[in-house]
C-alpha cells in the first residue's frame, strides 16, 4: 500500500510503527535524512535541471522547527545540491545540513561553510580512460559528469538507455575497480568514487554525533541501499528508525525494505506533512 493525500501515516511494519510512536513522543531527538534526486527532486533528462518539488523546501523547512536534525545525503556535490534545492537563505533552514559524495562532503546552512575529503589518485586515471570506453563501446554520446570526488556516466538521454546502461556497469566497475575506485550504479547512471565511505555510513556519523534518539531515512535509489541497511543495524542495537522509500517504476529493492512506500517526491512532501500533522 502507497501512502497518499489524507491518508494517516501507518508503516506496514513492527519496527516502523514502532518508531513513528517514538518519533512523535520525542520529536528533537529525531534526525530525518532525505536523498536528493528521485526523492526531492523529480528525476530529469539533465541532471544540472534536476530541482526540488515546489513544496519541498518549505515542508523541510517547517520539518526543521520540530525535529532535531534534518539533513540531505546525497551523491551530488554538497554546495551543488544546496545551489539546485536553493537551500541556502530560506528562513527556518538554518541548522540544515547537506551531506554530499555519499559523505566526503558536508555542508553547514549555519557558516555556509563546505567541507571535504581529498579525492584519490585514481580519479584523475579514470577521467581520462572514460572517453576512450565509452567510444569503444559504441556509446560516446553518453554524458559524463564530473562532480569533482566522483565522476558519473548518465545515459538515460540515449536512444536505449537499458541497453547502454547493461553494456556499461561492468567495464566502468573494472575501470573503477583497477583504479581503486568504487562503482555505485542508480537509476541509468553508474558513478566512479573513492570506496570507504557510503549513506549508511554518513548516517550513522550524523546520529553518534547528533546523541539521535531516532532517525528517519528517505531514498530511492540504489546508492539509498547503505542507509536503508544502516538504520536496520541500528534498529537492531534498539534505535528508533523509519524507512520510507521514493517509489518509482525503475527501482524497487528499496520499496521491498521500507516501512513506508510513497509515489515519488510528491509523495515525499505528503509524507513530510502527514509527520507534521502528527507531530
Keep these: 500500500m502507497r501512502f497518499t493525500d489524507g491518508m494517516p501515516i501507518e508503516p ?36 544540472a535541471e ?10 523541510l523547512r517547517r520539518l ?18 544546496v545551489e539546485l534545492g536553493g537551500f541556502a537563505g530560506p528562513d527556518g533552514l538554518s541548522d540544515l545540513l547537506v551531506v554530499g559524495h555519499y559523505g566526503m562532503e558536508r ?25 576512450g ?16 570526488l566522483s565522476v558519473a556516466v548518465h545515459v538515460r538521454r540515449l536512444p536505449n538507455p537499458q541497453a547502454a546502461y547493461d553494456a556499461l556497469v561492468g567495464p566502468l566497475t573494472e575501470l573503477a575497480e583497477s583504479n581503486g575506485l568504487a562503482a555505485e550504479p542508480g537509476r541509468f547512471v553508474v558513478e566512479l568514487r573513492p570506496p570507504g565511505m ?7 556519523s550524523m546520529v ?10 528517505v531514498g530511492d535509489d540504489l546508492g539509498d541501499l547503505a542507509a536503508f541497511e544502516a538504520v536496520d543495524q541500528m534498529r537492531a542495537d534498539g534505535l528508533a528508525g523509519l524507512l520510507v522509500c521514493s517509489g518509482s517504476d525503475e527501482v524497487t529493492a528499496l520499496a521491498e525494505r521500507a516501512d513506508l512506500v510513497v509515489d515519488g517526491p510528491a509523495g515525499v512532501v505528503r509524507f513530510v506533512n502527514g509527520l507534521l500533522a502528527e507531530l
Excluded: M
Design 12 to 47: 506496514t511494519t513492527v519496527a516502523g510503527r514502532q518508531a513513528l510512536r517514538s518519533i512523535v513522543n520525542d520529536p528533537a531527538g529525531c534526525l530525518a535524512g532525505f536523498d536528493y534526486d528521485g526523492t526531492l527532486a523529480p528525476i530529469v533528462d539533465d541532471p
Design 50 to 59: 534536476a530541482v526540488p518539488h515546489a513544496d519541498a523546501v518549505d515542508a
Design 64 to 81: 526543521s522547527q520540530l525535529l532535531g536534525t534534518v539533513a540531505i545525503v546525497t551523491g551530488r556535490p554538497a554546495r551543488t545540491a
Design 107 to 131: 555542508w553547514d546552512a549555519a557558516t555556509d561553510s563546505v567541507s571535504a575529503a581529498e579525492a584519490p589518485a585514481g580519479l584523475d586515471r579514470v577521467r581520462s580512460a572514460l572517453p
Design 133 to 148: 570506453l565509452l567510444a569503444a563501446k559504441d556509446l560516446a554520446d553518453a554524458a559524463i559528469e564530473d562532480k569533482g
Design 198 to 204: 557510503d549513506k549508511g555510513e554518513a548516517l550513522r
Design 208 to 217: 553518534r554525533e547528533r546523541a539521535a534518539t531516532s532517525v528517519i531515512f
